[in-house]
């Protein structure tokens, strides 16, 4: 699925132009981007949650040529699966299991 | 802080489109769609932001870290987030 898709759905399940879905969506995600940029915690219920988590630089070596490579310290955003979300994946498994 | 739904119900109603309860259905429904589409194994890709996808793991033998006793883990999914190029380098830059 991707965003125009996810637009579409959303008009279509709400019952709102394109254009408004369209603004849900951007809204949605750049709160989240927004969030994130400024290293909040982000936090949605039966989704998942986001946190900026801080990697400190290292040496490194190109594996190729082996050239010692200083590697910068980094961010990057880790995300944490919800309990429903979790479990709506995996609830065709464990029914096969139950079935079992 | 910790930003929540709540947050993103109060940006979309700061649009002036629509009003409070329907910001927040209208919110409630896009994770919705999000949600059923990753639980039917579709990955879901938003420009500039990441990617969500499903991931297939395979049957293994683990450990109980307490008590050291074999078990063996069931096959599982995992969702799993690959952050876009566009926003890890925001996120770098702070801002």
Redesign the interface.
């Known amino acids: ?3 125009s898709e ?1 637009i579409e ?2 008009a279509k ?2 019952g ?1 132009t394109l254009k ?2 369209e ?3 951007n ?22 949650s ?1 946190k ?1 988590k801080n990697y400190d630089g290292y040496r490194g070596r190109n594996p190729k040529t082996g050239d010692i490579i200083e590697v910068n310290s ?4 880790f ?1 944490k ?1 919800g309990k ?3 479990e ?4 065709l ?1 464990s029914d096969e ?1 139950e079935k079992a | ?5 709540a ?2 119900v109060e ?2 109603f700061a ?1 002036n ?2 009003t409070k309860t329907e910001s927040a ?3 409630e ?3 919705e ?3 059923d ?3 039917q ?10 990617k ?1 996808s ?1 991931k297939e793991k395979n049957q293994r033998r683990g450990r109980n870290p307490q008590t050291g006793d074999p078990i063996l883990l ?8 690959k ?1 876009s190029g566009v ?2 380098e ?3 830059r ?2």
């Open positions: 699925m991707t965003k996810l759905a959303l399940a709400e709102i408004a879905a603004t849900a969506v809204v949605a995600f750049q709160s989240m981007e927004q969030a994130l940029i400024k290293s909040d915690r982000l936090e949605i219920r039966g989704f998942g986001f900026v980094k961010k990057l955003p995300f699966v429903e979300l979790k709506r994946v995996n609830a498994l299991e | 802080m910790t930003v929540t739904k947050h993103i940006n979309l649009k489109i629509f259905q209208i919110i429904t896009l994770f769609i999000v949600k589409s990753l639980e194994g579709d990955d879901v890709l938003l420009s500039g932001f990441g969500f499903v069931a096959p599982r999914k995992v969702v799993t987030f952050c926003l890890r925001r996120i770098n702070g801002k």
